[in-house]
C-alpha cells in the first residue's frame, strides 16, 4: 500500500483489528523514508506524519460486529468513494450473523463486496487466516525447509475455496519465521490473476516474489 501511494498517489482505508494502529503507522513511516524511525530528523518525521495522513485512515473496531455491519459503516463516512484501496483486516475478527449458514453468507458477502469494489472503484483486500488442517502441513525431508509449515493454497484458506473462487486475485504470503537463516524473508506467491491482459499472472510454483527486512 506504501508502495501504491508513493508510485500512484493512491489513497487506503484499513481496517485493523489485529495490529495496533499505532505500530502499522510506525511501519508505513518506515518503509517510506527506508529507514527507522528512530533515526529520522524531526523535520523528517512531521513530512512523514503529514504524507500517510493523506494517504492513509484507519478504523478500529472496538466491539464484535459483523462485516456487513462493518460496510455499511464505511458507506456512511462523508468521504467514502475518495479511497482506492479498502483493507478489512482480517476476516475472522468480525462475527457472522446468529442463525445464518455461514458458507450461504460468505458467497454473499463475497458477492456484495464485488459489487461495493465495482459501484466505487475500489480495490478490496480481504485478508484471510489459514485454515487449522493447513497449517499443520509441512514440507518433507526432502525440502530445504524440511519440518516447516508449507505455504497454503487457495482452498486452504479460512471459509474454503469460495474465497479463491470469487477474488479477482489470490495472494499468499509466508514466512519462515523459526527459520535461523530466513527469518527475515517474506515470500509472495500469486495463486490467481483473473485478467492476465495488462501482463500479471500466478508466480512459478517454484519461483514466487522474496521481500528481505533490510537492517
Not at 480495490?123 to 524440511?146: Q, S
Not at 477474488?167 to 490467481?192: G, L, N
Amino acid at each position: 500500500l506504501t508502495a501504491l501511494s508513493v508510485n500512484h498517489n493512491l489513497k487506503h482505508l484499513v481496517s485493523s483489528n489485529e495490529n495496533k494502529v499505532e505500530e502499522l503507522k510506525i511501519d508505513i513511516i518506515e518503509l517510506y523514508n527506508q529507514k527507522k524511525i528512530e533515526t529520522l530528523t524531526q523535520n523528517e518525521l512531521e513530512l512523514s506524519k503529514k504524507w500517510l495522513e493523506k494517504h492513509f485512515d484507519f478504523i478500529e473496531n472496538a466491539k464484535l460486529i459483523t462485516i456487513d455491519k462493518f460496510m455499511q459503516d464505511v458507506k456512511n463516512l462523508p468521504d467514502f468513494r475518495s479511497y482506492d484501496n479498502l483493507v478489512i483486516d482480517p476476516h475472522n475478527s468480525f462475527v457472522k450473523p446468529f442463525g445464518v449458514n455461514a458458507h450461504e453468507y460468505d458467497y454473499k458477502l463475497a458477492s456484495e463486496l464485488r459489487m461495493y469494489a465495482k459501484q466505487t472503484n475500489t480495490t478490496i483486500y480481504l485478508c484471510v487466516h489459514g485454515v487449522t488442517e493447513a497449517l499443520r502441513k509441512v514440507h518433507n525431508k526432502e525440502h530445504d525447509f524440511a519440518g516447516y509449515t508449507m505455504p497454503c493454497n487457495m482452498a486452504d484458506a479460512e471459509g474454503g475455496g469460495k474465497w479463491g473462487n470469487r477474488a479477482d486475485d489470490f495472494i499468499v504470503i509466508h514466512r519462515y519465521i523459526q527459520s535461523e537463516t530466513d527469518w527475515m524473508f517474506t515470500d509472495v506467491h500469486i495463486k490467481k490473476v483473473k485478467s492476465t491482459r495488462t501482463g500479471g499472472r500466478p508466480t512459478p510454483l517454484d519461483n514466487h516474489i522474496r521481500f528481505k527486512l533490510q537492517d
